[in-house]
């Protein structure tokens, strides 16, 4: 399975003419197709201080947390999973049984697929949920996903947990230079002064101490909740409307078309510069809500909402390393023109 998987990457790759890409996906599959032959007990400690020990690499994964799978599939895993949840967009689990939603998942769902192993939200403080799974025998990994630092351990912990650390490390560097690479990119130009909108009504944006935070920072702005004590604090349009972005930035995905547009009618939205002068731009959803290995493809796209020279960037380079197409990536303004300034 481990094998027709990596053909199957290694097929994906071989139409782009891409040879860089091409090397960096087949290093990882070439590392799962190893590593899959390992059969040594492993253990780890997870996010919420338990230790995690399974008697071999798990062979059978139910990950409810979408960014976990991204994060297998990444690493060459992905021929473990076992289920899905509603959540997951990826075309390679389209076809596993749902198993529910990431916070409401059916245990017997579940337990029918018979996981060695369920990856769950560290946040998730259902006792119930837990303790149902380890009755029936089944370990569960409980993983943070708050920063890039995160992305990173969650590497680590994955790779060892499913007997592919190699494929976690080739991912990891993969991403720091992903990372550097915008980084270098918008080192000398002005920053911006941005507004990222988690959600419009009441004003919720994200805190310096989050993934994407911290990726708009990498990629070149600023943002003007920079001081923010919380992760994903309510902010009063008033002080949105003081602080004044250069530019404002929404998720399309949780709001529905005729909502984001409404945007630029609302009381307060509307006397901001930035949404009068078509500084309004909209980024995917599932793309930036999802601290996975994902997040170089996401400080590309936040660098092109920001600095719309890149935007061709975006198109060019996210074909490059997972199966999948890059359309709809670029950021637009809200009435679906390129991000052009």
């Not at 004044?244 to 509307?270: S, T």
Request: proline share 7%.
């Amino acid at each position: 399975m481990v094998a027709t998987y990596a053909a199957a990457v290694l097929a994906a790759c071989g139409t782009r003419g891409d040879a860089e890409p091409d090397r960096r996906v087949s290093a990882v599959a070439e590392s799962a197709m190893a590593e899959s032959k390992g059969d040594a007990a492993v253990a780890v400690v997870d996010d919420a201080g338990r230790t995690v020990q399974l008697s071999h690499p798990a062979r059978r994964v139910v990950s409810l947390i979408p960014s976990a799978t991204e994060t297998l599939l990444a690493i060459g895993a992905g021929p473990l999973l076992v289920g899905r949840t509603r959540y997951d967009v990826a075309p390679e689990v389209q076809h596993l049984p749902l198993v529910g939603g990431s916070v409401d998942p059916s245990i017997e769902a579940i337990a029918a697929l018979r996981p060695d192993l369920v990856v769950s939200w560290e946040s998730d403080k259902r006792q119930q949920f837990r303790e149902r799974l380890e009755r029936l025998g089944v370990p569960i990994f409980m993983l943070r996903t708050q920063d890039t630092s995160d992305v990173y351990r969650g590497l680590h912990n994955l790779g060892v947990l499913t007997g592919h650390s190699r494929g976690a490390e080739l991912t990891a560097a993969r991403l720091r230079a992903e990372l550097d690479s915008v980084r270098i990119s918008v080192a000398a130009l002005p920053r911006p002064r941005v507004l990222y909108v988690v959600f419009n009504d009441p004003p919720m944006t994200v805190g310096p101490h989050t993934f994407i935070g911290q990726l708009i920072d990498l990629a070149g702005g600023t943002s003007i909740f920079a001081d923010a004590a919380t992760n994903w604090p309510n902010v009063p349009m008033e002080e949105i409307v003081r602080r004044n972005p250069d530019i404002v930035i929404v998720p399309v995905g949780e709001f529905k078309g005729q909502a984001l547009g409404r945007l630029r009618v609302m009381p307060g939205w509307r006397t901001l510069p930035a949404v009068r002068e078509g500084r309004l731009v909209q980024v995917p959803a599932n793309l930036l809500s999802r601290p996975s290995p994902n997040i170089g493809k996401a400080a590309r796209v936040l660098r092109a909402a920001m600095f719309p020279a890149f935007a061709t960037a975006v198109h060019a380079a996210d074909t490059d390393w997972r199966a999948g197409s890059a359309d709809g990536l670029a950021p637009t303004t809200v009435d679906g023109r390129a991000t052009r300034r």
